[in-house]
């Protein structure tokens, strides 16, 4: 085994320890003190991310950024997620808005306005980047300064939407689990096939992003999120509701398998599609990793990459669950 394999296996390590940590402890302080307390665990963690995947873009940006940019997208991009963090415990436990959004749609006592406030910091952080091309209009460009836009939103926006599903009223732990089971699965089920099948069935998946990418790859990460879709169903209904409701039988309806299965697949493929919008970013960028913060792998945003197309579609489709069936 080469020394960057074993790297890579250690780093994936301490990867999943921080996150069961952080797991941990949300579900720790929401039996404790109440499920938003345990949720800002989380916040912490997305929060921490953001950073670091907001250092990282930028970074390898380089010189397309101007200092002042640099300073604008870091502040606006932290500002985000506290801004939602912070004003969804306001609404929540100080107003007494029972229902945060998303959540248990028309059964709140008043409204949530936490994405609203979102919004108004984002086109605030949008506003204040065109402005320095008044301020600053010997150095600051158009070109420069769509860059700085592209490292506002990502990744912060998808880690927004991260941070929106651990707040969810109903099914929130489900979602992080989701999230980061069916990425893992899809990966591991891609380069399993793409070894085992990669000579004799070559045809690329998008030659131009990433060569390395294979079709038979592709469709061992859809089979990957299936089986992590099963991986999910028996955790929740063999051992998380359990829990919460203290009836230990098995107790679940046959479509609720499909449901569970079906949305394992869908995303692993958000999450390869995830894989290969940041793979056309670094080839666009010239660049062969995010960064060097995980030995063996690169950057943070080389590791959570897939996971925030999959944060997005989770957040989609439980949504539309709420909404639907409860």
Not at 84 to 97: A, K, L, P, Q, R
Not at 117 to 139: E, M
Not at 306 to 314: E, G
């Amino acid at each position: 085994m080469s020394k960057n394999i074993k790297l890579r296996i250690v780093s994936a390590a301490v990867y999943i320890f921080i996150l069961l940590a952080f797991f941990a402890l949300k579900l720790l302080f929401a039996y404790l003190y109440g499920r938003l307390y345990g949720s800002l665990w989380f916040d912490a963690l997305v929060l921490v991310f953001t950073i670091i995947g907001t250092h990282e873009i930028m970074a390898v940006f380089g010189d397309r950024l101007q200092r002042s940019q640099k300073i604008v997208v870091m502040t606006f991009a932290v500002l985000v997620i506290l801004t939602y963090v912070i004003s969804d415990f306001i609404f929540v436990e100080i107003i007494g808005v029972d229902a945060p959004v998303p959540g248990e749609f028309g059964k709140g006592s008043g409204r949530n306005y936490a994405l609203y406030f979102v919004l108004g910091v984002f086109i605030t952080g949008v506003a204040v980047l065109f402005s320095l091309l008044v301020f600053r209009h010997g150095s600051v460009t158009l070109e420069n300064t769509g860059s700085a836009l592209i490292a506002l939103v990502y990744p912060s926006f998808f880690l927004l939407t991260l941070s929106i599903c651990n707040h969810f009223v109903k099914y929130d732990a489900l979602v992080l689990v989701f999230v980061f089971v069916i990425s893992p699965c899809a990966d591991t089920f891609a380069f399993l096939f793409g070894k085992l099948f990669g000579k004799k069935l070559p045809a690329k998946m998008a030659p131009n992003i990433s060569p390395n990418k294979t079709l038979i790859g592709g469709a061992g990460g859809l089979i990957g999120g299936l089986v992590g879709g099963v991986v999910v169903f028996l955790l929740y209904f063999g051992v998380c509701k359990p829990i919460e409701t203290g009836n230990w039988a098995i107790d679940f309806k046959w479509w609720e398998a499909i449901f569970f299965c079906a949305v394992g697949v869908v995303v692993s493929a958000f999450a390869q599609f995830g894989d290969l919008v940041e793979s056309a970013i670094k080839r666009n960028l010239g660049v062969k990793d995010m960064g060097k913060i995980i030995p063996g792998h690169g950057g943070l945003l080389d590791r959570i990459d897939s996971s925030l197309y999959a944060s997005l579609i989770v957040a989609l489709i439980f949504v539309a669950r709420i909404m639907i069936v409860g």
